[in-house]
């Protein structure tokens, strides 16, 4: 994925370096360790509100950070969330969350509608990524619904979920062919 984190205009370098130094400064008097080359890896100051940059203006800055790729899938017309997938929670997994705790929080996440049937939930090891899946199927009235599902994938080592994939449509329920 590409990197989605602008390069700082350079009338804003100056306030970049006096930002991580602030932050390096109050590291110290935290008693905690501050790399200010790495934080300036995945830290940036940037204009807010529209802003230009330019040098020698006053000007409000937002701070931002890159930690992690994320993707979110939206539906177009109504807004609902499809997926979503955090990069940084879906290393490092283990089975360390027990398989009914890390379920419990994939129905939280999936808040599953009445309808749903949980068809699977289990620890998987997929090449270097360990990780709890759940995933629902959509049954109406006994006839599963093809190709609709809830999916959470839960990293145990930090009891955390990192991907939801939701597909839910309501099915016209209705009268079949031979009686039309």
Not at 5 to 32: C, F, I, M, Q, V
Request: proline share 6%.
């Amino acid at each position: 994925m590409a990197d989605a984190t602008p390069a700082a205009p350079a009338p804003l370098d100056s306030a970049n370096t006096w930002y991580l130094a602030l932050l390096e400064r109050e590291a110290a008097l935290a008693g905690k360790d501050f790399d200010a080359a790495e934080a300036a890896e995945w830290l940036l100051l940037s204009p807010a509100g529209g802003q230009t940059a330019s040098a020698g203006a006053p000007m409000t800055l937002a701070v931002n950070s890159r930690l992690s790729d994320c993707s979110v899938r939206l539906n177009a017309r109504s807004g609902e969330t499809l997926s979503w997938y955090l990069d940084v929670l879906a290393t490092g997994g283990s089975e360390a969350m027990p398989a009914d705790q890390a379920l419990a929080l994939a129905i939280e996440v999936a808040q599953p509608p009445d309808d749903a049937v949980l068809a699977s939930s289990a620890y998987e090891t997929m090449a270097d990524r360990c990780f709890f899946r759940a995933r629902w199927d959509h049954v109406v009235g006994g006839i599963p619904v093809e190709g609709d599902y809830i999916e959470v994938l839960i990293n145990g080592q930090h009891r955390k979920a990192f991907a939801l994939s939701r597909i839910w449509r309501q099915p016209r329920v209705g009268k079949g062919a031979q009686e039309l």
